[in-house]
């Protein structure tokens, strides 16, 4: 019998014009601070997936740690709310000191407003200046102190936003250390559960963390750049998610 030849058809599937090629299955790792985290990279993970295919592999690690993973290239980008030059020097004052900062290029992806996230039973509507330095370095211990309730000031402090933590005490506290005696925590999601769960506590965060479940006196602002920094030129992908937060996912950013 005579065979007959099985001839294997390839299937191409074309894109309609005008649509961008999504290049499946393409990855990025970041390392980031409390900041960028919850303000940018958090907002946009899922969209900029299914729009342009890349999956974002995020390491909320705090700046100090995740500039050292990008030195150890355990991450191609670390990005933290604080300026480049205030990031060097915090990574000399945590015992990590930058040998050569121009290994580095940086730019700027966002903004951050920090806030205040206190215990529902903190019923003060607005702290000044003086009042918070007082608060954070230990000089006042009664909410009652401050025209709130009569009960004791417990700060929560992060060990993983020192970014957060570094623009407050050099902005509102005049670079005064803070006080001795504080609750531990770790990342701004974790200040804010033992914000919310210990009575006269209060710490610090991102705005974007700020809800109906804790109270956020108004407070004078307290700004900070979102920075992105890679070792030399970006990798493809750290560009095409540059690039995705300035274009497309600005309308992810903003809500």
Same mark, same amino acid.
């Given at each position: ?75 191609e980008a670390a990005s ?34 920090? @806030? ?16 918070l330095k007082a608060i ?33 005490? @050099? ?85």
């Amino acid at each position: 019998m005579k065979r007959i030849p099985i001839i294997a058809l390839s299937l191409v599937c074309l894109l309609p014009l005008g649509l961008p090629a999504v290049s499946l299955g393409e990855e990025v790792t970041v390392g980031a601070g409390a900041a960028p985290t919850e303000n940018i990279f958090a907002k946009i993970k899922e969209p900029m997936e299914k729009s342009i295919g890349l999956k974002l592999n995020l390491i909320s690690s705090g700046p100090v740690q995740a500039l050292k993973d990008l030195d150890d290239k355990k991450v191609e980008a670390a990005s933290g709310g604080i300026t480049f030059g205030d990031w060097m020097k915090m990574m000399e004052k945590e015992g990590s000191p930058v040998a050569d900062p121009g290994v580095y290029k940086h730019r700027v992806i966002g903004k951050d407003i920090v @806030k205040l996230m206190a215990h529902k039973g903190v019923a003060v509507k607005t702290l000044s200046k003086d009042q918070l330095k007082a608060i954070f370095t230990g000089k006042v211990t009664s909410w009652k102190e401050v025209g709130g309730p009569d009960l004791p000031v417990v700060v929560v402090l992060g060990s993983k936003i020192p970014g957060t933590q570094s623009v407050f005490q @050099k902005q509102v506290m005049d670079e005064e250390p803070y006080l001795q005696k504080t609750l531990e925590a770790t990342t701004a999601a974790d200040v804010k559960e033992k914000a919310q769960a210990t009575p006269g506590a209060v710490g610090l965060g991102p705005v974007s963390l700020v809800d109906a479940t804790i109270s956020s006196p108004e407070i004078p602002e307290v700004g900070r750049p979102i920075t992105l920094i890679t070792r030399g030129e970006p990798s493809p992908g750290v560009a095409k998610l540059i690039d995705y937060i300035n274009g497309e996912g600005k309308q992810y950013i903003s809500k």
